[in-house]
């Protein structure tokens, strides 16, 4: 891609000038954009960089391992893996109001990322994937000029509190410009087509409390659709395919058993930029096997339910 690789030599050359010799810390989510701007940075830098993947505990299934293996073995890319999902999920006991658990993950994150970038030592510059939807949805929002529908904690006040300068060399671009610029600096495809995903993870696709268990009877759902949705070929074809857990049981009926179990929700939209979107529309017989594989084979889910809402009047996610 011509203007790829036009902007990635004139990045890395911004890089170079803007860092200097100085030690720059880089935070990584699991996502995309993250990653893109880690990678481009180390090839401006080498070195002077080291990333902070401080894990939640909230990602989908097999995730966190990969994050870790792409860095350290296909890039050797100095990292630190931080695993506290006891600390989220403690945190996140009682909590169900959907800004209050991004709040806490936001702030909690934040805490464990500085704690860990003290360890490192030294950093005067803080690199993030910010992107050019995240900068306008922080100043603003389609509901208003000073409404914050929600707050994503991508931006936010960690440079200012760290005294740390911000490298955020993804500033200008789209998602899909993103993916181009990955491509170009060869990161596995699996990590570049992959969907988006929030920052505070599955516990704001768990409405109400959001507990260890849940998470992995999610997961275990989430993996299912996902592998099917790869298989039908249609992965590339969404910009987001979910599941949410429901905090709402149903009666079904299982051989000769009455279960009362949660129900899940699918969630599966076409967009460009996440700013609005259409719903995909799988047909029938795709989703009633999705439907029947999770049932069948998670346990904790009795009934399947597809979302058919767009964006607006919904939001891409539940919370
Ligand atoms: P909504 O649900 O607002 O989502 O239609 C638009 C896009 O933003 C993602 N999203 C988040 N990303 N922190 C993030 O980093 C968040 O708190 C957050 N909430 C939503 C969502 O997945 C979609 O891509």
Redesign the pocket.
Known sequence: DWTMAEFRKTKIAEIREQVGDSRVICGL?G?VDSAVAAVLIHEAIGDQLTCVFVDHGLMRMGEAEQVVSLFRNHYNIPLVHKDVSALFLGGLAGVTDPEAK?KF??KTFIDVFEAEAKQVGGADFLAQGTLY??VI?SVSFTGGPSVT??????VGGLPERMNMKLVEPLRELFKDEVRALGRELGLPEIFVGR??????GLA?RIPGEVTREKCDILRKADAIYLEEIRSAGLYDAI??AFAVLLPVKTVGVMGDFRTYDSVCALRAVT?TD??T?DIYPFDAGFLSRVATRIVNEVKGINRVVYDYTS?PP??????
């Open positions: 989510s996502g991004r993950i936001g939807p995240d949805e529908i929600k707050s994503h904690h991508n969907h988006p995903f929030p920052g505070p704001i910009w987001q967009s996440g700013m979107a964006k919904g939001t891409i996610e539940w919370e």
